[in-house]
Nanobody, 123 residues
Framework: QVQLVESGGGLVQPGGSLRLSCVASGSIFSIVTMGWYRQAPGKQRELVAT???????NYADTVKGRFTISRDNAKNTVYLQMNSLKPEDTAVYYC?????????????????WGQGTQVTVSS
């Protein structure tokens, strides 16, 4: 069983900061990519940022320069530091992981999603 558990969401005023965390646990051999997506009411889920096992990062244009993704490989954890938050950043943020899982005799590559954490930016 593999689980992604997010934390760190909440209510913040415009211009404020939040830090999201996501821990992957279970029968994980390696992590290919981890990242964050978000979904605002009435909109499709969209990419926020991803980070590969080698540390390469990718950001949505809307968050470049404000958000920073990082990871702790030893803890199977990915972080999203969100600064200069805007009301349009309000959404449910989902952790994503592209993992190699299974047993020694049978490994497979699979995608996993967390349950989401609400981020609300409002005065």
């Amino acid at each position: 069983q593999v689980q992604l558990v997010e934390s760190g969401g909440g209510l913040v005023q415009p211009g404020g900061s939040l830090r999201l965390s996501c821990v992957a646990s279970g029968s994980i051999f390696s992590i290919v990519t981890m990242g964050w997506y978000r979904q605002a009411p009435g909109k499709q889920r969209e990419l926020v940022a991803t980070i590969t096992s080698g540390g390469s990062t990718n950001y949505a244009d809307t968050v470049k320069g404000r958000f920073t993704i990082s990871r702790d490989n030893a803890k199977n954890t990915v972080y999203l530091q969100m600064n200069s938050l805007k009301p349009e950043d309000t959404a449910v943020y989902y952790c994503y992981a592209d993992l190699i899982v299974g047993t020694i005799s049978m490994k497979q590559r699979r995608d996993y999603w967390g349950q989401g954490t609400q981020v609300t930016v409002s005065s």
